[in-house]
Each structure stands twice: as structure tokens, then as C-alpha cells.
């Protein structure tokens, strides 16, 4: 795990991060719509995942914009090279189950770890931790519902500062609607704009050759 510390003597969110470090809930939550233009079909078309292929595109999003991928510790603010997402998987008894895979731009590669920790995750006994180190995003989808808006759990501690994202049902010709929660002090407007710009990107590029 690469992480370089930041130096708030020269980073331009110093003022910012200490000012809502100082709130009793410094989280913000926002529902967005990404335009995932030709992924849903180009991703039913070749047999993949369409949940896959949207996690994919989510996460070349989260590693071109740097807010979503640092994280407090105590009186540091470090900045992850890498972060691997985490997800819900259902069990048979239809009970939360949590998967961590390792994050990999190569798209079969993620396919596979996306498909096999989702398996692996199913077959557990009942809900653990299943990435408890901050180098994370974690997601959470519910296709069978119209998803446009959710408030996503948080322990309150000084420390919970990993970025969460929701989404819903992906319907043709519609656009996506992305509902993430991040630490105000290290994510703005200006950092979601990029993650939308940036996702819209990869979807618009996932399978092409």
C-alpha cells in the first residue's frame, strides 16, 4: 500500500480540512446523474456484469480525482496511490454480506475478482468486515429499485472518511443516478464534478476497442 502524507503547509485544502474536521458530522451527501451513454448495452451484449462494468468505471473515476482517495489518520491526511472497493453481496437468506477486492485496470482481471469475491461473499455465514484498512471505496447497488437518493450509515468516528456510493436500477436511456457520501474536508463540489466527468469518460470507453 503506497500512500504519500500531505503537507498542510502547502496544500490548498488545509484551511478547509481543519474546519470541518471540527464537525460533529463533516460527511456530505449528494445525488448526481452520470451519463453511462452505450455501457449498459455494450456490457449486456458481451455477457459481462453490468454491475462490474459500472463499479469499473466508478473506479478509474475515484483514481483520477486525488479527494476521493485521501484519508484522515489522527492529525495526518494521507493520499492512497491505490484504492480497492468494497461492496454488498446478498447471501441465500437474503442478508447483507460484505465483499473487498483488489482494484486492477485491467478489465478482466476486475471482472473476475468482482465476480468471485461476490461468490465467496454469498457463501459466508453471516456479515464481517470485509476491508478494514482506509486504501477503499465502498458501494452499494440495488438494481431491482429507482434509487434517487440514500443516506449511507457512518460510524461517527474521527476517522470515517471513506467515500461511499449508491446506485439503483440502470434503465435505458436514462441516466444513472450516483448517490455518494465524503468527508467534506477533503471532497468539495469541484472534486464531484471531476468524479462524474471522469466516470462519464470511462463508461463512454468501456468496451470499445
Given amino acids: ?100 477486492v483488489r482494484w486492477s485496470t485491467d478489465w478482466p482481471t476486475f471482472a473476475a475478482a468482482v465476480r468471485d469475491g461476490s461468490a465467496a461473499a454469498a457463501s459466508e455465514p453471516g456479515v464481517r468486515e470485509a476491508h478494514p484498512s482506509d486504501d477503499a471505496f465502498f458501494v452499494s447497488a440495488m438494481p431491482w429499485l429507482v434509487v434517487r437518493s440514500a443516506r449511507h450509515a457512518r460510524s461517527g468516528g474521527a476517522g470515517d472518511c471513506v467515500p461511499k456510493f449508491t446506485w439503483g436500477k440502470i434503465r435505458p436511456g436514462a441516466p444513472l443516478v450516483l448517490c455518494l457520501s465524503a468527508h467534506h474536508g477533503l471532497v468539495d463540489g469541484a472534486d464531484v464534478r471531476r468524479l462524474v466527468e471522469a466516470m462519464q469518460d470511462a463508461a463512454s470507453r468501456w468496451g470499445v476497442p
Avoid at 15 to 25: K, N
Avoid at 67 to 85: A, K, S
Fill in 1 to 100: 500500500m503506497s500512500v504519500r502524507v500531505i503537507d498542510r503547509a502547502t496544500w490548498a485544502r488545509a484551511s478547509t480540512s481543519a474546519f470541518y474536521q471540527g464537525f460533529a458530522d463533516p460527511t456530505f451527501e449528494l445525488a448526481v446523474e452520470v451519463e453511462l451513454g452505450g455501457l449498459p448495452d455494450r456490457a449486456r451484449a458481451s455477457g459481462a456484469s453490468l454491475f462490474a462494468a459500472t463499479l469499473y468505471a466508478l473506479g478509474v473515476a475515484v483514481h483520477a480525482v486525488d479527494g476521493f482517495r485521501l484519508r484522515i489518520r489522527g492529525e495526518q491526511v494521507v493520499l492512497h496511490d491505490v484504492v480497492h472497493p468494497g461492496f454488498v453481496a446478498l447471501g441465500a437468506d437474503e442478508q447483507l454480506r460484505f465483499c473487498g
